[in-house]
């Protein structure tokens, strides 16, 4: 299998980061000169197991923590929360319970002040029609299945037009169906959109399918195992793309290395008191 070994990174890539340490209040390391980096448009996924710093990693290149040592660029320049070039999308929808599919997916517009509230409909329609939500805008997110309600959140996350998208298990929470659609959805409106998409999974065969590359994480602090060129033609789907023997290979391959993240982490395996 080629490509084990960290790319290095470019001044045009779209997220950047570089050497960075990041330990947490009470003294828990989770980073030591980690450096990750992904171009423009590029999908990258995410892999690791719980508790390797995975929301973490996320949380820096949100700005929303701050690393002790190293920096974090977004497009070439630090990254900030409020920067307009970085979108979300969270394991649970986090829709309001009171609005309305198409208000949901305004409200991003609206504290972000962008467009006039005509636009702002007609935004947040656009992209609900993306998602295959446009006959569902006027219900609420209980009237919503779970699926749907995650479709919501990124049409939420994508009216704003980010240029990074950064994705933390959206579709852990699904049954298994949902998720393969959804996982043919994400591809289609990122072939459409083009974003650069970093997504955040514990499920092998779901980066596989997903990544043009994907970072296997190890157990805090150990930084990145290893990297993988995921190189099955695009368009994918989950009938071709999934049994292809070539699929197969770079499944087994990553199986193989998340056991030897694991076995560097007995304590892993200690039951919690
Ligand atoms: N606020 C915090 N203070 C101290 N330690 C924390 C804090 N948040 C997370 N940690 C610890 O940092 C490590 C990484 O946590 P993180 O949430 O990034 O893991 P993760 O890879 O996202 O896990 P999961 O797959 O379960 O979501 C874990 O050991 C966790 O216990
Ligand atoms: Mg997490």
Same mark, same amino acid.
């Given at each position: 299998?080629p +490509?084990?070994?960290?790319?290095?990174?470019?001044? %045009?890539?779209?997220? %950047?980061?570089?050497?960075v340490?990041?330990t947490y =209040?009470? =003294?828990?390391?989770?980073?030591r000169?980690?450096?990750?980096? /992904?171009?423009?448009?590029?999908?990258?996924?995410l892999?690791?197991?719980?508790?390797?710093?995975k929301?973490?990693? #996320?949380?820096?290149?949100?700005?929303?923590q701050?690393?002790?040592?190293?920096?974090?660029?977004? +497009?070439g320049?630090?990254t900030?929360?409020?920067?307009?070039?970085?979108?979300?999308?969270?394991?649970?929808?986090?829709?309001f319970?009171?609005l309305?599919?198409?208000?949901n997916?305004?409200? =991003?517009?609206r504290i972000?002040?962008?467009?006039? $509230?005509?636009e702002?409909r007609?935004q /947040?329609l656009?992209?609900l029609?993306?998602?295959?939500? $446009?006959?569902?805008?006027?219900?609420?997110?209980?009237?919503l299945?779970?699926?749907?309600?995650?479709?919501?959140? #990124?049409?939420? /996350?994508?009216?704003?037009?980010?240029?990074?998208?950064l994705?933390?298990e959206?579709?852990?929470?699904?049954?298994?169906? %949902?998720?393969?659609?959804?996982n043919?959805?994400?591809l289609?409106?990122?072939?459409?959109?083009?974003?650069?998409?970093l997504?955040?999974?514990?499920d092998i065969d779901?980066?596989?399918? #997903?990544?043009?590359?994907?970072?296997?994480?190890n157990?805090a602090?150990?930084?990145?195992?290893s990297?993988l060129?995921?190189d099955?033609?695009?368009?994918? %789907? +989950?009938?071709q793309?999934?049994?292809?023997?070539?699929?197969?290979?770079?499944?087994?391959?990553?199986m =193989?290395?998340? /056991?030897?993240v694991?076995?560097?982490?007995?304590? #892993?395996?200690?039951?919690?008191?």
């Amino acid at each position: 299998m080629p +490509n084990i070994y960290p790319s290095a990174s470019d001044a %045009s890539d779209a997220l %950047s980061v570089q050497a960075v340490d990041f330990t947490y =209040g009470n =003294g828990h390391s989770v980073f030591r000169n980690l450096s990750l980096s /992904a171009r423009q448009g590029e999908f990258v996924a995410l892999l690791g197991p719980s508790g390797c710093g995975k929301t973490t990693l #996320l949380n820096l290149l949100s700005g929303f923590q701050r690393p002790q040592a190293g920096q974090v660029l977004i +497009n070439g320049a630090p990254t900030r929360p409020e920067l307009p070039e970085l979108g979300y999308v969270f394991q649970s929808p986090q829709l309001f319970p009171w609005l309305s599919a198409l208000e949901n997916v305004r409200f =991003g517009l609206r504290i972000a002040g962008r467009y006039d $509230e005509r636009e702002q409909r007609e935004q /947040a329609l656009r992209y609900l029609r993306l998602v295959g939500l $446009e006959a569902a805008a006027g219900r609420l997110p209980r009237q919503l299945s779970g699926g749907m309600q995650q479709r919501v959140s #990124l049409a939420r /996350a994508l009216a704003l037009e980010p240029d990074v998208l950064l994705m933390d298990e959206p579709f852990a929470a699904l049954d298994a169906i %949902s998720r393969a659609s959804m996982n043919e959805e994400t591809l289609r409106l990122w072939a459409e959109l083009g974003q650069t998409v970093l997504f955040i999974t514990h499920d092998i065969d779901e980066a596989v399918f #997903l990544a043009d590359r994907v970072v296997v994480l190890n157990i805090a602090p150990g930084g990145i195992h290893s990297e993988l060129a995921i190189d099955l033609p695009r368009p994918r %789907s +989950n009938l071709q793309t999934r049994r292809l023997p070539a699929f197969l290979d770079y499944r087994n391959e990553l199986m =193989g290395r998340i /056991a030897e993240v694991m076995a560097q982490s007995p304590f #892993l395996l200690e039951p919690t008191s």
